[in-house]
């Protein structure tokens, strides 16, 4: 009987425990299914989510291929060269007016092995002829590079400036031929003085019973007048010509040395003390040496002219930014501000022998190699004329 009654309190017991077992099963299976729900919620929350932000990508997908290819077409249409270089230097693309311009191969290629190829300096910064046959036609473009991200990768846009070129070159053209007819009057009253003076002197020596003395001191003068007819002639052909004809590296250093080897005895012989000072390091230009070396002595001349024995007559050079600057100063007469304006006009001088073009030459050479010449000047207290210039780089000289 007690094993029996043993035997039915055990069964009492796991039948207590299983319930109790089932009742905490029933309630994680309650927890389970609500984490189960909750988690599904959010699962659709996020899918929401997701397809809104899907949404959104597409769209700004579908902006941003349609701004490409508005892009593309732009870049197509534009008349402008446009080359898109890697942080390497490398050719990634470019569009048909650049292919146009520089012709193939291109992309791939080192921008440095094209330019050399392709491009050639002029004496105006940033502006190249395009070598041909490329083109089929002469080209002039101006070159301007910049930097689009911290990489490195760079834009460079070629501009097709030769109509302006050319109208330019026309219009400087018809100036100065503008300018001739305005002086053919002024030239006879030159060419006829010293002309007729030079006859004078010569028809004395065709006198039998002129004397030795007499006949060399007017074979002199005859001469003289003759070479300052050859001097005008000489000076009016510069002006015309108007064009710098050389497109080669001018270190200024050393044309400034050779110029010093140049004028400095004649300034001696005059009673003059001539200054140099140099400041240019390793500055240099591009164009014609000897059109600049001229018209740096033509302003020397002038000093000269200018300044009476024991006068100081100074060149300096220096670089300022992207300019050279070369000055020419004198402790002369000076010259009235009311001709300041008149001194560069061809055939006006204040000089007796002057032939008045040789300030004209100098502006002509100077704005030839794309700078501009500045003067001040005070009455007994002397002149500068100042020279700025565009400095030419390494890679434009390459």
Same mark, same amino acid.
């Given at each position: 009987?007690?094993?029996?009654?043993?035997?039915?309190?055990?069964?009492?017991?796991?039948?207590?425990?299983?319930?109790?077992?089932?009742?905490?099963?029933?309630?994680?299976?309650?927890?389970?299914? &609500?984490?189960?729900?909750?988690?599904?919620?959010?699962?659709?929350? #996020?899918?929401?989510?997701?397809?809104?932000?899907?949404?959104?990508?597409?769209?700004?997908?579908?902006?941003?291929?349609?701004?490409?290819?508005?892009?593309?077409?732009?870049?197509?249409?534009? *008349?402008?060269?446009?080359?898109?270089?890697?942080?390497?230097?490398?050719?990634?693309?470019?569009?048909?007016?650049?292919?146009?311009?520089?012709?193939?191969? #291109?992309?791939?290629?080192?921008?440095?092995?094209?330019?050399?190829?392709?491009?050639?300096?002029?004496?105006?910064?940033?502006?190249?002829?395009?070598?041909?046959?490329?083109?089929?036609? *002469?080209?002039?473009?101006?070159?301007?590079?910049?930097?689009?991200?911290?990489?490195?990768?760079? /834009?460079?846009?070629?501009?097709?400036?030769?109509?302006?070129?050319?109208?330019?070159?026309?219009?400087?053209?018809?100036?100065?031929?503008?300018?001739?007819?305005?002086? !053919?009057?002024?030239?006879?009253?030159?060419?006829?003085?010293?002309?007729?003076?030079?006859?004078?002197?010569?028809?004395?020596?065709?006198?039998?019973?002129?004397?030795?003395?007499?006949?060399?001191?007017?074979?002199?003068?005859?001469?003289?007048?003759?070479?300052?007819?050859?001097?005008? /002639?000489?000076?009016?052909?510069?002006?015309?010509? =108007?064009?710098? =004809?050389?497109?080669?590296?001018?270190? /200024?250093?050393?044309?400034?040395?050779?110029?010093?080897?140049?004028?400095?005895?004649?300034?001696?012989?005059?009673?003059?003390?001539?200054?140099?000072?140099?400041?240019?390091?390793? !500055?240099?230009?591009? =164009?014609?040496?000897?059109?600049?070396?001229?018209?740096?002595?033509?302003?020397?001349?002038?000093?000269?002219?200018?300044?009476?024995? &024991?006068?100081?007559?100074?060149?300096?050079?220096?670089?300022?930014?992207?300019?050279?600057?070369?000055?020419?100063?004198?402790?002369?007469?000076?010259?009235?501000?009311?001709?300041?304006?008149?001194?560069?006009?061809?055939?006006?001088?204040?000089?007796?022998? =002057?032939?008045?073009?040789?300030?004209? /030459?100098?502006?002509?050479?100077?704005?030839?190699?794309? &700078?501009?010449?500045?003067?001040?000047?005070?009455?007994?207290?002397?002149?500068?004329?100042?020279?700025? #210039?565009?400095?030419?780089?390494?890679?434009?000289?390459?």
């Amino acid at each position: 009987m007690k094993g029996a009654a043993l035997a039915e309190d055990e069964k009492q017991v796991k039948a207590e425990e299983l319930e109790q077992a089932f009742a905490l099963f029933s309630e994680a299976s309650a927890q389970l299914a &609500g984490a189960y729900h909750e988690l599904q919620q959010q699962v659709e929350g #996020l899918t929401a989510e997701l397809a809104v932000a899907n949404g959104e990508l597409r769209r700004q997908y579908l902006e941003k291929e349609a701004l490409s290819q508005r892009l593309g077409l732009l870049l197509a249409a534009l *008349p402008a060269g446009v080359v898109a270089l890697s942080g390497e230097g490398v050719v990634e693309e470019v569009n048909p007016a650049a292919r146009a311009m520089l012709g193939e191969p #291109l992309v791939g290629e080192s921008w440095e092995r094209v330019a050399a190829r392709a491009l050639r300096p002029t004496s105006t910064p940033h502006d190249w002829d395009v070598a041909p046959p490329l083109s089929g036609r *002469p080209l002039r473009v101006n070159v301007v590079t910049s930097h689009i991200d911290p990489a490195g990768r760079q /834009i460079v846009l070629l501009h097709d400036v030769t109509e302006a070129y050319e109208m330019q070159q026309e219009l400087q053209r018809h100036q100065r031929l503008t300018a001739m007819g305005e002086m !053919a009057a002024r030239l006879a009253h030159q060419l006829r003085t010293p002309l007729a003076t030079a006859m004078l002197y010569t028809a004395h020596l065709t006198k039998p019973a002129l004397a030795e003395a007499d006949r060399l001191r007017f074979s002199d003068k005859a001469l003289a007048r003759l070479r300052h007819l050859e001097q005008l /002639i000489r000076d009016m052909l510069s002006f015309v010509k =108007g064009e710098t =004809g050389g497109r080669e590296r001018v270190d /200024i250093a050393s044309l400034l040395a050779e110029l010093r080897q140049v004028v400095e005895p004649q300034m001696v012989q005059r009673g003059l003390l001539f200054e140099l000072d140099d400041r240019s390091g390793d !500055a240099a230009v591009l =164009g014609d040496r000897k059109e600049l070396t001229g018209a740096l002595i033509n302003l020397l001349e002038n000093a000269m002219q200018a300044c009476d024995a &024991g006068g100081k007559v100074l060149v300096r050079g220096e670089r300022a930014g992207g300019e050279v600057v070369l000055a020419v100063a004198d402790t002369g007469r000076g010259v009235a501000e009311a001709l300041h304006e008149r001194l560069f006009e061809p055939f006006f001088t204040t000089r007796a022998e =002057g032939t008045g073009l040789g300030l004209a /030459i100098v502006r002509n050479v100077v704005q030839a190699h794309g &700078g501009r010449v500045e003067m001040k000047s005070v009455p007994g207290q002397g002149s500068e004329f100042t020279l700025r #210039l565009p400095v030419t780089s390494d890679g434009e000289q390459q």
